[in-house]
Every structure is written in structure tokens, then in C-alpha cells.
């Protein structure tokens, strides 16, 4: 895994060369040493880690990950997940690129077809408007990234000291 934020959701599948058992041993025992601010829920083989307490912030991110055997090659296990923003920060950011997709589209559509008409409307700035505030909206979110840039570092040192990297 890079050290860099470079997407979004960063995702990592990794191999390991032990047992699913060994690796959750592993796991379990790293959560008994992990620091107050950082909570987890196991629920069989999968794993989320959440930031909680005074760190927690907006963009505090999440770590969401599961342990499987590898089914192409006997006593090996992947791990594999994604680190990204908390459930209601994703939904959020969707939300609002869905909105203003689908109002900027309508809007530069209905404002088209009045063109076509030779009319003028001012629905003709629907879609550079919608554009702008969804460039805007990237931005914040990149913003955002950079202010949680040491905790995704932290939750990514939990992952590389289960794979042992």
C-alpha cells in the first residue's frame, strides 16, 4: 500500500502466506494494543475500524477490511478492504453528486430546448453551473482527505503489522 493518498476509497488486496486463523489471532491481539481513539467491530471475518472520541472529526476516515483463505492457493489468506470516508460522509458527498447531476442536466435541457425555440432562459447555465459545484465539491472532498491524512497513515500501520510489512 502507498503512503500517498491518491484516490478516493484507497483499496488494497494483499496476500499472505498464513492461515485465515493465524491472521484473526493476529488481529485480535493488535486490537488489545491499539490506542483508545480507535475502535473495532468484528463480525466473523470481516473488520472495520472507526476513529472515536476527541480525534474524531468530519473526515475521519474508516477502515473496512476481510480476511478469506485463498481459494487459488492452499495456506495462503487475502486481506483485503478499503479505507475511505464514514458511511455518512460517502452517502453525503453522493448524494449531493446525484442532485446536481440530475438538476444541472434537467436544467440545461429544458434551457436547450428553449434555445431551440429561439427563446432565451437563464436554464441554459444549468449544467456549467452544475459542473462548477460539482468541481467544488471534489475539492472539498480532496480538502477533506488531506485534513485525515494521518489517520488513514494509522489505520494503514494497523494493516501493513497484520501482513507483517
Do not use: C
Not at 476516515?61 to 483485503?80: H, S, Y
Not at 452517502?91 to 430546448?113: E, I, P, Q, R
Not at 447555465?125 to 497513515?153: N, R, T
Request: no cysteine; hydrophobic share 45%; net charge neutral.
Amino acid at each position: 500500500m502507498e503512503k500517498t493518498i491518491t484516490q478516493i476509497r484507497p483499496r488494497f488486496k494483499l496476500r499472505v502466506s498464513k492461515s485465515p486463523e493465524e491472521i484473526m489471532d493476529k488481529i485480535q491481539l493488535l486490537l488489545r494494543e491499539t490506542p483508545d481513539h480507535i475502535k473495532a467491530k468484528m463480525v466473523s471475518n470481516h473488520i472495520i475500524l472507526s476513529i472515536v472520541g476527541e480525534e474524531l472529526h468530519y473526515w475521519s476516515p474508516q477502515l473496512n477490511f476481510r480476511v478469506e483463505a485463498d481459494e487459488n492457493e492452499e495456506g495462503k489468506t487475502i486481506v483485503a478492504g478499503l479505507i475511505g470516508p464514514r458511511p455518512p460522509v460517502w452517502t453525503l458527498f453522493m448524494l449531493v453528486y446525484f442532485s446536481v447531476g440530475v438538476a444541472g442536466l434537467g436544467a440545461s435541457a429544458y434551457g436547450f430546448s428553449k434555445y431551440m425555440l429561439n427563446e432565451y432562459s437563464p436554464f441554459l447555465w444549468g449544467l456549467p453551473l452544475a459542473i462548477i459545484f460539482m468541481l467544488s465539491a471534489y475539492k472539498a472532498g480532496k480538502f477533506g482527505e488531506s485534513l485525515g491524512k494521518d489517520q488513514v497513515d494509522l489505520l494503514k500501520a494497523f494493516i501493513e503489522k497484520v501482513v507483517d510489512f
